[in-house]
């Protein structure tokens, strides 16, 4: 009867006369058809799992009267009721996906929409949504508390999956019933409605059960909104930011699995940006869309941004969110590492704790990846770049403190116990250097990978094309976009192609792998990081040098006072043994000389291992460095000081092999080719001569050190007659013998030799030499030293000059 009274008003449209009247008319009659309907409507909704006949005929009246969109929004609000039951339902357990629905679920489907809507139900019988907070049971013991809250977001852990699959199940069924029901058409945009329609009254409460896992951070890094600093209720690796992880990576699967279930598209055309139904023929006078494929495509877009909302402030500020659980997983951390103390089992207990914060940072980095998919990388970099610089620091301060210890407390004999234990040491500072490296050549990588999803085609909205699927990646890059970079600002990549900002900007951290080299390096990404880890090698360098050279350092501390340098010859019961037997080594110097030889052995046992020694090579850069303390005193015992680079100016004098052409020992030069000459001639494998550098690595530093506090304590002396000088000339001489015997290049250094000879020098040649330096014009900084050395061996003589 409509059908035909629009027929003759459409037959009478070109009458003027009752236009008016007639069509308020039909729309009088089409509103009381609708009241009329809308109880056959509900009836039929209400049994559409039975049988679809009543609901079919709906659509055809409701069609007939131009209300097909009152039509599809009961049907898309009572489509999900039994979902909302399950999400309601669950209160720590009692409710179970999958389960017969509970009394309140049932509520919660009878309820209709304002019951879907709240945040937990309030009548008597019904389950709230789950919380962490104690406000409630305050009588009560927290430690069941506690233990309650783990279980519950534990159980809500096993729950989120199960729920997905439910929703899954819904929109397979959906797929074919809204085909039969709405026509394959309007099917898409159905089965999208009700994709949303599954989620908008949950979506409240899904935020809340996300805080209690983990309290959402403010924006603009103004810390918790509420909650513990560090989202308690974490129990079994269950909260936190890992939590939020777990759960949006269930939830980003679910996307992708629920696109795929409402692939209603398969037509070639799609990929063409265009849709065969896009023609005249599909208008709809209602104002149905004229395509409804793209529409539905856009539907389903906001039904993906609609239930990942709840992740928004984890995405926006995921670095803030990382910062104080990491921060307090480093504190605890921290603490053992303070309390290592004890050198011996230092090493062991060192090993575990060093590394330990590696794992933590590749796990934000897969949470940066997964949660940010590449947007705000410079904020969670530098995170984790602070997290690894802070736990180097404290290892850095660790290894001080053993470094003290190990000093305090060796003994007169020499313990080779204690140079393996620190050169263990050692391969822990090498460990953290080479995991450090590894872990950022890993993160370039990823970052790579990253800059390319962002720019995928199937993520531009205005691209007007339904792709075939979409992935995992794409989904947490489409989201990550829109929550990080909703309006990105576009700039020239340095190729002539415009970008989005953070693209470049990611692309930028990344680096190219065909520019890294020795004249364009990359930045680091963990700058602090890799100072921090620098001082942690330096403090392993001089804990080692600590332990090798305590002995030689006791030994040599207070022999500038011993009275034999006084003596003038005569003098003593000793003055005939010495006359028959000639000059012996005093104790102390032959204490230092064993000690020399002893150190070999103790250090090939370590250097023998290939694997250990490649990982302490990776921190032996600088280690000339710890050796420079005893030449700074030097310098300034001999009454001098650099004003220009004082390290460089160090390292001349240390390594002697520019000062050889101003000093008297010529033999010194002789000895120092026939080394180089003989390691030349030797031939070796590999690890033997990795070994044997090693080795003669740290005896050129010892011996350095030996040497440089040897001069110091000389020019110390106050007074040196001539049977006192004819002692400092064979402990010299002694130890010089020594280091050749240890055959390392560079030693001994040729400033032993000739402070040897200065001693005993005649005073007319020690005055003629002193005087030749003052006529010479061009004088280094490193010989001024040396013109410093020989007046103050003069004045120690009484010799005037």
């Known amino acids: 009867a409509l059908s035909q009274l629009e027929r003759g008003a459409r037959a009478l449209r070109g009458m003027p006369e009752g236009r008016e009247g007639r069509d308020a008319a039909l729309a009088k009659l089409r509103g009381q058809l609708e009241v009329l309907l809308k109880p056959q409507l509900l009836h039929a909704l209400k049994r559409m ?71 937990g139900a309030k009548e008597d019988g019904e389950v709230e949504d789950f919380d962490f907070d104690d406000d409630d049971n305050d009588n009560e013991s927290t430690t069941p508390a506690v233990m309650q809250q783990q279980t519950t977001a534990r159980q809500f852990m096993e729950f989120l999956p199960a729920f997905y699959e439910e929703v899954l199940e819904l929109l397979a069924k959906e797929r074919a019933q809204s085909r039969m029901v709405f026509g394959t058409e309007l099917a898409p945009s159905i089965a999208a409605r009700v994709l949303i329609e599954c989620f908008r009254p949950i979506v409240p409460s899904f935020e809340k059960r996300l805080g209690n896992l983990c309290p959402p951070p403010a924006p603009s890094g103004g810390g918790w909104k509420h909650g513990t600093s560090s989202g308690e209720g974490a129990g079994d690796g269950i909260g936190g930011t890992e939590a939020i992880a777990a759960a949006y990576e269930s939830t980003v699967r679910f996307l992708s699995l629920a696109y795929d279930q409402m692939e209603a598209w398969n037509g070639p055309s799609n990929e063409e940006g265009k849709d065969p139904k896009n023609n005249a023929d599909n208008k709809k006078e209602d104002g149905v869309g004229e395509n409804p494929a793209n529409e539905a495509m856009q539907t389903i877009r906001s039904a993906f941004l609609l239930i990942a909302s709840p992740f928004l402030p984890y995405q ?9 659980p990491m921060g307090e997983a480093a504190s605890m951390v921290a603490r053992d590492v303070r ?39 410079p904020a969670t970099l530098s995170s984790i770049d602070k997290l690894i610089s802070d736990h180097a620091a404290e290892l850095a301060i660790a290894m001080g403190t053993l470094s003290t210890n190990a000093s305090s407390s060796s003994g007169l004999e020499f313990d080779e116990q204690h140079v393996n234990c620190a050169l263990e040491i050692l391969r822990i500072a090498g460990v953290f250097k080479r995991t450090l490296r590894s872990f950022e050549y890993n993160v370039r990588d990823r970052l790579r990978m990253l800059s390319k999803d962002m720019v995928d085609a199937a993520l531009d909205r205005d691209k007007g094309f339904i792709p075939d699927e979409f992935s995992s990646v794409q989904i947490r890059t489409l989201l990550a976009k829109e929550a990080c970079d909703p309006s990105p600002t576009y700039i020239d990549d340095g190729t002539g192609v415009k970008c989005p900002t953070s693209v470049v900007e990611l692309r930028r951290l990344a680096g190219s792998p065909a520019k890294n080299n020795d004249s364009h390096p990359l930045s680091p990404l963990f700058p602090k990081a890799l100072d921090s880890t620098s001082r942690l090698a330096r403090s392993c360098l001089s804990l080692v040098f600590e332990v090798c050279s305590a002995i030689p350092e006791r030994q040599l501390h207070g022999i500038s006072a011993l009275p034999i340098w006084k003596q003038e010859g005569g003098e003593g019961s000793d003055g005939a043994d010495e006359e028959s037997y000639g000059i012996l080594p005093q104790p102390f110097i032959t204490h230092v000389g064993e000690h020399m030889l002893a150190l070999v052995q103790a250090l090939e046992p370590f250097a023998s291992d290939s694997e250990a020694l490649g990982l302490a090579n990776e921190v032996m850069s600088g280690v000339m460095e710890v050796a420079m303390q005893p030449w700074k005193e030097f310098v300034a015992a001999a009454g001098c000081s650099f004003t220009g680079d004082e390290k460089a100016q160090l390292k001349i004098l240390m390594r002697g092999k520019d000062l050889t052409k101003y000093l008297l020992d010529e033999d010194a030069i002789v000895e120092d080719n026939a080394n180089e000459e003989e390691d030349e001639d030797e031939e070796e494998d590999a690890d033997a001569r990795a070994s044997a550098a090693f080795c003669n690595q740290w005896l050129d530093v010892v011996g350095l050190a030996v040497t440089g506090r040897l001069l110091e304590r000389t020019m110390r002396i106050p007074r040196l007659g001539r049977k006192g000088a004819e002692h400092l000339s064979t402990d010299l001489n002694y130890i010089r013998n020594v280091f050749t015997a240890l055959g390392v290049m560079g030693h001994p250094h040729p400033l032993l030799g000739y402070i040897a000879q200065l001693v005993t020098l005649d005073e007319v040649s020690l005055r003629s030499k002193i005087q030749r330096r003052r006529g010479e014009t061009e004088v280094p900084e490193a010989l001024e030293v040396i013109k410093r050395a020989e007046l103050r061996i003069a004045y120690v003589r009484s010799i005037s000059v």
């Open 49 to 119: 799992d039975t049988r679809l006949g009543p609901l079919q005929q709906c659509v055809g009246m409701y069609d007939s009267l131009g209300k097909m969109e009152v039509m599809r929004e009961e049907y898309v609000r009572m489509r999900p009721s039994e979902i909302h039951a399950s999400w309601f339902g669950f209160g720590g357990g009692i409710t179970k996906p999958g389960g017969d629905p509970s009394k309140n679920g049932d509520k919660a489907k009878e309820g209709g929409e304002e019951s879907k809507e709240k945040e």
């Open 339 to 377: 309390g290592v103390a004890n050198f011996e089992d230092a090493a062991e207990r060192l090993g575990d704790l060093a590394p330990f914060m590696f794992p933590l940072a590749e796990a934000a980095i897969n949470r940066f990846e997964l949660l940010n998919s590449g947007y705000n990388a």
């Open 316 to 324: 926006r500020e995921l670095a803030v969110a990382e910062r104080d």
